[in-house]
């Protein structure tokens, strides 16, 4: 309710109009609310990420296997004047693949990190490009996965490539539910330190 004072000290309430515009649509967002949006999305898998690239450091550190995460390529158009060495201008070159690569036990290693408050991974979440990747991968004789974060259940799943891309070929599905990597992949336990036991996941999954 909203409160009117007059200046004699008497008051009127006045009923609030319930909005009827869905502001969970796009179009009917304030830029404050689209940039909100954005923002979150944008930094959806980041902690997650983060994560694997702990486990990547210890493994290096140890000697037991070397990942790291491919560089988002960009192309340099303007360097700040005020700030030597500082770019001003840039733009990505082109579509990335996937985020980490390396070596394991003499096998070249590629995989993909996405994460999901939701109980599926829409086909959309992956995409074209890095499904063309990974297949591309496969074909040399590589070790292709993806690890699949489902942030509200705490669960972390490793996924050989090959299962997702022949799932995709049959074209019959809208998403990949949580049920989906229960049944084909392999869970990605905790750990202190490093923070996910990966190598062991991979081992588990391939046989390496």
Do not use: W
Not at 83 to 93: C, D, K, T, V
Not at 174 to 200: A, C, D, I, N
């Amino acid at each position: 309710m909203t409160t009117i004072r007059y200046p004699d000290g008497r008051e009127m309430k006045l009923p609030e109009k319930k909005s009827t515009v869905d502001h969970r649509k796009t179009e009917n967002q304030t830029e404050a609310q689209r940039l909100r949006n954005s923002l979150i999305k944008s930094n959806m898998g980041m902690g997650f990420e983060a994560d694997i690239e702990k486990c990547c450091d210890f493994y290096r550190e140890k000697g037991i296997a070397d990942f790291y995460k491919r560089p988002t390529p960009i192309k340099v158009v303007k360097m700040s004047k005020e700030h030597p060495g500082m770019i001003s201008e840039a733009y990505f070159q082109e579509k990335s693949t996937t985020d980490f690569v390396g070596i394991y036990k003499a096998k070249y290693i590629d995989f993909e990190c996405k994460e999901t408050k939701h109980d599926r991974v829409p086909y959309s979440m992956i995409r074209e490009q890095q499904y063309r990747h990974l297949d591309f991968i496969l074909k040399l004789g590589g070790v292709g996965f993806f690890l699949v974060s489902f942030r509200t259940y705490q669960e972390v799943y490793l996924m050989p490539a090959k299962i997702i891309l022949d799932a995709v070929a049959d074209g019959s599905h809208p998403g990949f539910k949580r049920e989906f990597f229960q049944e084909k992949g392999t869970k990605v336990e905790r750990s202190y330190l490093p923070p996910y036991r990966l190598l062991e996941a991979i081992d588990s999954t391939f046989r390496l």
